[in-house]
């Protein structure tokens, strides 16, 4: 903690009368690093902002918000807050996210701040790298997280980087800082926990201070993908004018450079929703560029089209009437309703959102595409076939939700599940054998 006292006083270019914004939830990481900054306020004569965040789903969440702010009022800290009355149909975990820092964009405008704190640990930073490389990513994104991010008017700081969750719990002990624990991150239903539980408390097992040489691993991703920015950026210059990427000038480059290229195009027009995007979206992309067809499009995560006109290529918004995509099923993908579909390794669930197959029985590869006119299915239990369609309307599918809605199909598109709804013959019960499990959520 040592470390992290002196690069909150000597690395950053802090000044008498400069405002930091700290994103507290009221657990043991961001109460400690409350506390660290209120040492630094009496210090170094800094306004520390507490900006807490009220999720709506827990009953324990009011009683945070008191104790936080109690917290605050004791150590003179200005304290912000709000609370989300309401989520849309999407994820529940992007929309938090995204909901919270435009809350937290809000209150380092209102007090001219130029610093976010989060209280991101090098634990943290081990299940973010290691959650990336089993479903996939680019070479930013299998970095994790820098210590510090650039933002348009701010920069997000993450002093815990360097030390773990132990290390925070131990500092608290022993300065008495009270905090709230959240059950949630008990759960194995959240992909992270497992990752916390199942496989980086093993590794940290086998090696105590593993977290360091993850940082060393994300300090160096990050170190070479610096320098190819630079190259690709001249790169692109060159060839894509106005975002219309020139195919011909793109297949002429090497093809480490053409999928950085690709990667590039990406992150600018995702930005911090990159996470989304991953190997196999940059690989799919790849095909069409290289393929023979003049036209085709491949659809992203969030309604989004990779679309090929002859030796164009552009990255555009997909319009209401633009529904039609086919994408190969692996391990992980981000499907354009905003939901998404995992292969996972074991479940207990048997409900529609859970399916269990044997490949011998399919013609591999998978693949998720929408509704065709016509699409019938044999329903898990009943004779004969059922209309999509129909189903989609015993269901209560709203009509703009079907164009959109996923079909799994094997390699002669024959289908195999109705993500949610309806599941075929092939799935199988829990105590007969499979080799596949698909998770739709």
């Known amino acids: 903690m040592n470390e992290v006292q002196k690069f909150l006083q000597e690395k950053l270019p802090l000044q008498k009368g400069d405002s930091i914004v700290v994103a507290v939830s009221g657990g043991p990481d961001s109460m400690c690093l409350l506390y660290l900054t209120s040492l630094l306020q009496e210090k170094l004569g800094i306004h520390v902002i507490c900006a807490h965040v009220n999720h709506s789903m827990r009953k324990e969440s009011e009683e945070e918000k008191v104790f ?56 943290d930073l081990m299940e973010t790298i290691l959650m990336r490389i089993v479903r996939g990513s680019s070479l930013k994104g299998y970095s994790g997280f820098s210590k510090i991010t650039n933002r348009d008017f701010y920069q997000i700081v993450r002093p815990f980087i360097e030390i773990t969750k132990k290390d925070i719990l131990k500092y608290n002990e022993e300065n008495h800082i009270d905090y709230a624990l959240d059950a949630s991150n008990l759960k194995d239903v959240y992909t992270r926990n497992r990752f916390r539980k199942y496989v980086v408390t093993p590794l940290k097992t086998e090696k105590e201070n593993v977290h360091e040489q993850f940082y060393r691993y994300s300090k160096t991703l990050l170190e070479y993908e610096t320098y190819i920015e630079k190259e690709v950026e001249a790169k692109v210059e060159k060839i894509c004018i106005n975002s219309i990427l020139d195919i ?38 790849q095909k069409l560029l290289h393929s023979e067809k003049a036209n085709g499009e491949i659809h992203l995560p969030d309604q989004k089209i990779g679309r090929k006109a002859y030796m164009h290529f552009t990255l555009e918004e997909a319009s209401k009437e633009e529904s039609t995509y086919k994408i190969e099923l692996k391990d992980f993908l981000s499907l354009p309703n905003k939901h998404h579909i995992e292969m996972i390794k074991e479940s207990e669930d048997t409900s529609n959102f859970v399916c ?61 599940w109705l993500p949610g709804l309806k599941k075929t013959q092939f799935d199988k019960p829990k105590e007969e054998k499979y080799d596949i499990i698909l998770k739709y959520y």
């Not at 995702?270 to 196999?280: A, F, N, Q, S």
């Not at 009943?382 to 989609?392: E, P, Q, R, S, Y």
């Open 68 to 123: 936080v702010e109690s917290f605050c009022k004791k150590h003179n800290i200005i304290f912000e807050y709000m609370k989300i009355e309401e989520y849309g149909e999407e994820n529940f975990h992007k929309q938090a996210r995204q909901k919270r820092y435009v809350y937290f964009e809000k209150i380092i405008k209102k007090y001219k701040a130029r610093y976010l704190f989060t209280a991101h640990h090098g634990d």
């Open 356 to 416: 269990r197959l044997q490949s011998s029985e399919l013609k591999l590869p998978l693949y998720v595409r929408n509704r065709h006119d016509g699409d019938k299915m044999r329903v898990k239990g009943m004779t004969g076939t059922k209309k999509i369609a129909d189903i989609f309307i015993d269901k209560k599918i709203e009509v703009k939700e079907r164009k959109s809605y996923p079909i799994i199909t094997d390699a002669d598109d024959q289908i195999i």
């Open 248 to 285: 011909k000038k793109y297949l002429q480059e090497e093809p480490l450079l053409q999928k950085r290229i690709l990667a590039y195009l990406l992150e600018k027009f995702y930005g911090e929703d990159l996470y989304k995007i991953t190997d196999v979206h940059i690989e799919e992309l």
